[in-house]
């Protein structure tokens, strides 16, 4: 305790919690091998998702509802219809954190009618599949550690790494870059 009477870590989010909640979120995770194609898609919906403020504890199978304010994106528990736009933001989308810790994105009709969101979102994707070019191998586009990101984003994107690394490693992929990775696949079709 301070001597203001106070702890020192009034949220508990110190090493023990954060394993804690790592070991949470992974115990018992059992993924299939994805192709490449979804593996992709998959890691930049989360990423995408994840990099939103998340002010709360994202339960498996719950609906989320992710909107866009000039400061950003937030993900929220209250879904378009229970707030006004003004206060919410744009409606992104509509969001669930999977079983196997990826997440969805139903994008809304009014982002998909926003002709400037979409180009948003689309350069973000074109800037994720130049990342994806230029890693060694495919495991180094996984997320790590990064202080940016709130607590519980920091503790799903290293369940999404372990989630996706199990796929990467049962397909066979793993140390192989995107390229030698689309190659094989176009192969084996």
Same mark, same amino acid.
């Given at each position: 305790? @301070?001597?203001?009477?106070?702890?020192?870590?009034?949220?508990?989010?110190?090493?023990?919690?954060?394993?804690?909640?790592?070991?949470?979120?992974?115990?018992?995770?059992?993924?299939?091998?994805?192709?490449?194609?979804?593996?992709?898609?998959?890691?930049?919906?989360?990423?995408?998702?994840?990099?939103?403020?998340?002010?709360?504890?994202?339960?498996?199978?719950?609906?989320?509802?992710?909107?866009?304010?000039?400061?950003?994106?937030?993900?929220?528990?209250?879904?378009?219809?229970?707030?006004?736009?003004? +206060? @919410?933001?744009?409606?992104?989308?509509?969001?669930?954190? +999977?079983?196997?810790?990826?997440?969805?994105?139903?994008?809304?009709?009014?982002?998909?009618?926003?002709?400037?969101?979409?180009? !948003?979102?689309?350069? +973000?994707?074109? &800037?994720? &599949?130049?990342?994806?070019?230029?890693?060694?191998?495919?495991? &180094?586009?996984?997320?790590?550690?990064? !202080?940016? *990101?709130?607590?519980?984003?920091?503790? *799903?994107?290293?369940?999404?790494?372990?989630?996706?690394?199990?796929?990467?490693?049962?397909?066979?992929?793993?140390?192989?870059?995107?390229?030698?990775?689309?190659?094989?696949?176009?192969?084996?079709?």
């Amino acid at each position: 305790m @301070s001597s203001h009477g106070q702890s020192p870590n009034p949220q508990g989010k110190g090493l023990l919690p954060v394993l804690d909640a790592l070991y949470s979120v992974t115990r018992g995770l059992n993924v299939p091998a994805k192709p490449l194609n979804r593996i992709a898609d998959e890691l930049f919906t989360s990423l995408f998702v994840l990099s939103s403020a998340i002010k709360f504890k994202p339960v498996l199978g719950q609906c989320y509802w992710l909107y866009r304010k000039p400061d950003g994106y937030r993900l929220s528990l209250i879904a378009p219809e229970q707030w006004p736009e003004a +206060q @919410s933001g744009l409606y992104v989308g509509q969001c669930e954190l +999977q079983n196997d810790l990826t997440w969805s994105l139903e994008l809304s009709e009014g982002c998909l009618g926003n002709s400037v969101l979409m180009v !948003e979102i689309a350069r +973000q994707r074109e &800037d994720f &599949d130049r990342q994806l070019q230029v890693v060694d191998c495919i495991e &180094d586009a996984l997320p790590t550690y990064s !202080e940016t *990101l709130p607590f519980y984003a920091r503790v *799903l994107a290293s369940g999404l790494a372990c989630s996706l690394g199990q796929s990467m490693y049962k397909r066979g992929i793993t140390g192989l870059s995107y390229n030698q990775i689309q190659r094989r696949e176009i192969a084996n079709l």
